[in-house]
């Protein structure tokens, strides 16, 4: 993922919604969760709801451009009933799971009375994979596809990786191969995280070889996003880690919101480059449509702007806001406007807003270039660009990593009190310092958004 990511653009000022169902339905409608009402928490096993029929998502509209489309892996927006899912929802093929996890290898989820294998053809059930770890299922599919894929049409593939969730139900798991390289952390679910993170980037790898084979990389457009950020503890605990910032998924802090993001393609004019340009996971429904020809300005409805002429040609954001959520049920909502954040509530009682660093030991020396450059992707694009080298960029990773500004230390955490909070994030990205009491003409902003949520409660 590294030689892609340093070899496309980084987006370092992108966001998602803090939890999975709500940021995968931003993603396949353009539309924030509190318009579609899939603002609170996320779809249970067996729940009887899911995401809104009478609302168009991405494969619907790319179908309309003439494409095949197909996904695979995790969908969490409901399967009720068929029509709610997948292939009823304009994707042509779907292998992949219904619920939010399943085993890694069992392919079942156990959540409270029920449980059962979910592992899905379309909507037939798949039963002869036990033991075949996931991320290996869904690259293979993913790179079947790529190679059966009919080149008279256009190619939309949402691929959806399992990997690296985990939680009470589901343990975390990763082939034994993979673990053996990272004798370095000396922390058991620490060292199987990054065997987990490291067995999705070789799915990365081969499903860009698989383009290339294919001959589709030079018209491709790539787009790497996480759903939410990592669960460093408690119940769901992963060891994901969201250091520096504050806060685990499920909260509005940076941490559950700014995500790890990036898009590689030959299309992009002004590439190659580290982005500070605001971004939400509702923005790629109309920026990819717009990328492969549809017409953008008809889908001004949608709360997602089309960025793709300000990323392939590095032109300023036209977002100026954020909405990380407004949840009547929980008592929550944030807001970003500029630079300034307003938090109104606190998520989970405050279980969740401390600031935790990186756990186990770092690599003992510095050869993360080294090892991006020789990675499967990294040997693609020597052969893409027809080099003997990828050169990456010069201190791309220092222009990408997020520094706290005056004050940070591994001890040093913000103490939440009552709410509202207010940060400036561009000189406070990790939210330590609450403005509240001293931006007064900022802070008048947010008794509107508190009668606001004051209404939705009754």
Known sequence: MDALASDGIILNNYYVQPLCT???????????????????????TAEAWGFPLDVKLMPQYFKDLGYA??????????????????TYRGFDSFYGYYNGEEDYYNHTLKEGDHSG???????????????????TLFTEKAV??????????????????????????????????????????????????????????????????????????DNAILVFSSDNGGVPWGEHASRGCNWPLRGSKGSLWEGAARAAAFLWSPLAARGRRVSQQLMHVSDWLPTLYSAAG???AGLEHLDGFDMWRHLSQDLPSPRTDILYNIDPVANIAALRNLDYKLVLGNA????????????????????????????????????????????????????????????????????SGKPPYLFNLANDPCELHNLADTETEVCLRAKTAEQWLALQRD
């Open 22 to 44: 709500p940021s995968r339905a931003a993603l396949m409608s353009g539309l924030y969760p509190i318009h579609t009402g899939m603002q609170s928490l996320v779809i249970q």
């Open 69 to 86: 489309t197909h996904m695979v892996g995790k969908w969490h927006l409901g399967y009720m009933d068929d029509e709610y899912t997948p």
């Open 117 to 135: 294998l979910d592992l899905w053809q379309g909507v037939d059930n798949v039963a002869n994979e036990t033991g075949h770890y996931s991320t």
């Open 144 to 217: 079947s596809l790529i190679k059966t894929h009919n080149s008279s049409k256009p190619f939309f593939l949402y691929l959806s990786h399992q990997a690296p969730h985990g939680g009470v139900e589901v343990p975390l798991a990763a082939p034994q191969k993979n673990i053996e390289k990272f004798p370095y952390i000396q922390e058991e679910n620490r060292t199987i995280y990054a065997a987990m993170v490291d067995s999705l980037d070789e799915s990365v790898g081969a499903v860009v070889e698989a383009l290339h084979q294919a001959r589709m990389l």
């Open 294 to 296: 549809g017409d953008a």
């Open 348 to 415: 989970f009682g405050g279980r969740y807003d401390q600031r935790l660093p990186v756990p186990g030991g770092p690599r003992p020396c510095a050869d993360l270039d080294e090892l991006a450059s020789s990675s499967k992707a990294g040997e693609v694009l020597r052969r893409f660009y027809n080099v003997s080298r990828i050169d990456l960029p010069s201190q791309w990773r220092v222009r990408a990593t997020l520094q706290c500004g005056q004050g940070d230390g591994e001890d040093t955490n913000f103490v």
